[in-house]
């Protein structure tokens, strides 16, 4: 297992278009998270999975965002219509069932530019 | 709400000294977990070192080791015999009761040569 994989590691979108991006977990985490980091921050939480079932939301998850964990296993984030604003780096981190106090495991990010 | 606060926004030390990063926060739990994450420049998140709240002993993770002041709740980080590869941005963390991680702003270090 190669850890927590994000794609694409780079977007570049026009204000208005919708984006997707994909997170997965490292394969025995049942807990998988999004966080979002703009510059000059520490990462922002998002939204939080237990297997396919989505527990948390912050509420800076607009009824623009939308995240689904299907399966369990892997993650997408949409954002729908786009706003320069939602310019950030989009993290995405998982853990397993136990010793959740020893952390997360985070990917490399999503940096989304909206033009 | 919890607030993780920390005061240094870029820190410099020299190549084989000591640096101490400081960090407090802001709760009314009383169990609660503490994390240093280590952020290298474009490179993915990597932790450091975790302080359970009800252990009074220091963490230590060889170079790196926690001051841990609850009641004044402080959460500093020392790096000893500073590394090259130390240079990064370093984030303080807290965790309570939810799974969510509260972050603070970083702070950006350099190692100089």
């Known amino acids: 297992d190669t850890g927590v994989s994000q794609d694409p590691r780079h977007k570049i979108t026009k204000r208005g278009q919708n984006v997707t991006f994909r997170c997965d977990p490292i394969s025995e985490h049942n807990r998988l998270y999004w966080y979002r980091q703009t510059l000059g921050q520490g990462p922002e939480f998002l939204t939080y999975?237990?297997?396919?079932?989505?527990?948390?939301k912050s509420r800076l998850l607009s009824d623009r965002f939308s995240a689904e964990r299907p399966k369990g296993s892997f993650s997408t984030l949409e954002i729908q219509r786009t706003e320069q604003g939602d310019s950030a780096m989009y993290l995405c981190?998982?853990?397993?069932?136990?010793?959740?106090?020893?952390?997360?495991?985070f990917g490399s990010g999503t940096r989304l530019t909206v033009v | 709400a919890q607030t993780v606060t920390q005061s240094q926004p870029e820190m410099s030390v020299q190549e084989a000294e000591t640096v101490t990063l400081s960090c407090t926060y802001d709760?009314?739990?009383?169990?609660?977990?503490l994390f240093w994450y280590k952020q290298p420049p474009s490179r993915q998140m990597i932790l450091v070192i975790r302080q359970e709240a009800y252990k009074q002993q220091n963490a230590t993770e060889n170079r790196f080791s926690v001051n841990f002041q609850k009641a004044a709740k402080s959460f500093s980080l020392k790096i000893s015999d500073s590394q090259l590869g130390d240079t990064a941005m370093y984030f303080c963390?807290?965790?309570?009761?939810?799974?969510?991680?509260?972050f603070g702003k970083g702070t950006k270090l350099s190692v100089i040569p």
């Open positions: 999975f237990q297997n396919e079932a989505q527990l948390e």
């Open positions: 963390a807290f965790r309570a009761g939810s799974y969510q991680l509260t």
């Open positions: 709760t009314s739990e009383n169990n609660y977990y």
């Open positions: 981190a998982s853990s397993p069932a136990k010793k959740i106090n020893y952390g997360y495991t």
